[in-house]
Structures are given as C-alpha cells and as structure tokens.
C-alpha cells in the first residue's frame, strides 16, 4: 500500500495535465481568422453552433476531415477515452515511481512484479483504446499531415511505439538476463551495487535497509536495531560505515552476523556493467525522457 501512494499521486497530477475543456476551437479559429463566437453559440466553444459553424462544420466534412458520431458512437468513445486517460495514468504514474522514486538502480536488480504487471496492463489497454479512438477522430490518413491534431497525435503514437519496444526488450531479453545475475550471486540476494546504488537501500518506505562493511553490503532489514534504516539514531542505512564501525562498542562480529547482500564495488569495476545492464539503463531514462515529451505533446495538443 505504501508504494501505491506515491504513484496515486503522480497519477493524479497526470490527471490535472490531461483535463481541459477545450479541443479543436483554438485551432479552428487560427485556422479561420475568426472570434470563437463566430462559429460558436457560447464564448467557451461547445457542440452548438452558430450557421456560419455549422457552414465550417460541414465544409469540414466534405473535405474528408471530420466525421459525425451518433449518440451511442458517443458514449462508446466516452468510455474507450476513459479507459485510455486512465489506462495513461497507471502506466506514467508506474514509470514515474519507479524511476524517480525507487530509480533504475532499484529495478536494476530485478524488475518489481508489480509495477511490471501493471505496468503491462496498462501499455496493452492504451494500445488497443489507442487504436479505436484513432479510428473514431481520424476519418483519413490525410489528416496525419494536413491538420495540426494529426501531425501531434502521429508523434504521440511513434513515441508511444518506441516505448512498448522498449519494453518488450526489457520484459523478455534483459529482464531475464539480470534475473539469472541476481539468483548467481553467492548471497542469492540484489548482487552488488556502487555507492551511489547503496545510497538507495536506506530502509525507508519499505526499501531494505543495508550499508557497507570493508567492502562487503550488509542487509539488516530484518535487524530491530536498524528500524526505518536508523541505528540508534545516529548511523543511517545506505553508507559506507567501514570508520565508523572503529568506534562502535560492539565488535565487528555484530555486523558479519548480518546477512550478505552483495559487493561494494569501486569506481572502476561500476564502469565494467554488463552490455545487457548498460541496455537497462540507457532504455530505463529514455523511457522516463519519452514519458515527459509525451505529456508535453499533449499539453500543445490541449492548450497551445
């Protein structure tokens, strides 16, 4: 539960992003010259018409770029964009926490099941209301080219495109691959990681807790000692704690008692990550890049 928070919120501040009361009136009105009262009975824009809107509407039609739903193509589409809006929103929201939140150094060392599935869920419902709302607002291929909505919308769907490879790739190729690293480690646990990934394992929010001993990471989750990553309220979870530990009144056997983690490794032998995991990586902030351009392009799809 503790990890659906953080993501619920994300989720809606996507949800703000998405809402707007507007669609093609700007445009249009770019497109004419004229006042949005010209062809609308109300200033806001709307589905009544004015004669000369209705004029513009049907000279639309004639040229093949807008199409006339009935009432029940109506609500059909309602309910499809709903489950494409929301479909959107698990799935940014799950890319968001896990690469902002937990960061790809967490995911690195095995995909979360979780947002794995959900994240699938959510890519194969936008995939398909995708397609039957592109059916619905795109009477020809022209309009892909000719309409400012379709050049916008033809970019949405190649980045959308990029990232279900992507995924595909990391779902079935490099997700199984750290898989077998991370069950060839001889603590049979995440493997081993840099400072910087260390810093991660903080023991808060439901992560582990672990810290670094002479080189070798120690996983005290299961510790009373090292609640919410803290010990005795001074050393916290995620550190090198090898000077530390000088200090200590206990002696080093309380932390070889502990769990092995992994490795700390150096600053060199980080640089010497398999192909495979440098692939993670590379897709994991490309992926998260894509997820900020796509909601940009419909932020100039709505407001601009």
């Known amino acids: 539960m503790e990890k659906l928070i953080p993501s619920f919120m994300l989720s809606l501040l996507f949800l703000l992003l998405l809402t707007s009361h507007s669609h093609a009136t700007v445009e249009y009105a770019k497109q004419t010259r004229l006042q949005c009262l010209d062809c609308h009975v109300e200033a806001g824009g709307g589905r009544s018409l004015t ?33 494409h809006m929301m479909s959107a929103i698990a799935w940014f929201g799950a890319i968001l926490y896990v690469h902002i939140l937990l960061k790809p150094a967490y995911a690195a060392k095995g995909l979360p099941r979780g947002e794995l599935r959900l994240g699938w869920i959510s890519m194969i419902v936008v995939f398909i209301t995708g397609i039957l709302l592109t059916i619905a607002r795109v009477p020809s291929p022209d309009v892909f080219y000719t309409t400012r909505f379709g050049i916008l919308l033809a970019i949405k769907i190649f980045l959308f495109m990029i990232m279900f490879t992507s995924a595909v790739i990391v779902t079935f190729f490099v997700g199984p691959r ?3 690293k991370q069950c060839a480690s001889p603590s049979n ?10 810093s991660h394992y903080d023991g808060r929010e439901g992560r582990p807790a672990c810290f670094s001993y002479k080189g070798v990471i120690y996983d005290a989750s299961q510790s009373k000692l090292w609640k919410d990553g803290l010990h005795m309220r001074k050393h916290t979870a995620g550190q090198d704690l090898t ?62």
């Open 178 to 180: 750290m898989r077998r």
């Open 51 to 83: 004669p000369r809107g209705k004029a513009f509407l049907g000279d639309l039609k004639a040229r093949g770029l807008a199409r006339q739903l009935s009432p029940t193509q109506r609500v059909g589409r309602l309910i499809v964009g709903y489950l």
């Open 243 to 304: 000077d530390v530990l000088k200090n200590a009144p206990h002696g080093e056997e309380k932390v070889l008692s502990l769990p092995v983690f992994g490795k700390l490794l150096s600053i060199e032998e980080e640089r010497k990550k398999p192909l495979f995991l440098k692939a993670f990586f590379c897709m994991a902030y490309m992926n998260l890049s894509l997820t900020f351009i796509i909601i940009f392009v419909i932020s100039l799809w709505r407001w601009w």
């Open 189 to 198: 646990g995440p493997g081993d990681c840099s400072p910087d990934q260390l």
